[in-house]
Nanobody, 122 residues
Framework: QVQLVESGGGLVQAGGSLRLSCAGR??????MAWFRQAPGKEREFVAA????????YYSDSVKGRFTISRDNAKNTVFLQMNSLKPEDTAVYYC?????????????????WGQGTQVTVSS
């Protein structure tokens, strides 16, 4: 069983930065990812990292602003968020994918954290 716990969310002004962390009981998975969900909207892909090799993927909306990284020794995944915009406001979830299905699709991920709120004010 994989258990994920997110932290690092908060309130920040537009243009500011936050760093999210996701600590896992074990990261013996194919990929880890960050998704986000705003009220009334579907959960959307933000960024992902392939555990073996460190290949990264980003949605067009965050590319160039967000960076996903990992610390193998600490079983932790990070999401560095810079140049934050009000439209980035959402609950951010860490997820783990055990298989090799679509990196961008939330249904590919079996394990999810409880989420951490990110609010960006204008």
């Amino acid at each position: 069983q994989v258990q994920l716990v997110e932290s690092g969310g908060g309130l920040v002004q537009a243009g500011g930065s936050l760093r999210l962390s996701c600590a896992g009981r074990t990261f013996r998975v194919n990929a880890m990812a960050w998704f986000r969900q705003a009220p009334g909207k579907e959960r959307e892909f933000v960024a992902a990292i392939i555990w073996s090799g460190g290949y990264t993927y980003y949605s067009d909306s965050v590319k160039g602003r967000f960076t996903i990284s990992r610390d193998n020794a600490k079983n932790t995944v990070f999401l560095q968020m810079n140049s934050l915009k009000p439209e980035d406001t959402a609950v951010y979830y860490c997820a783990a994918r055990p298989g090799y299905s679509s990196i961008y699709n939330s249904v590919s991920y079996n394990y999810w954290g409880q989420g951490t709120q990110v609010t960006v004010s204008s």
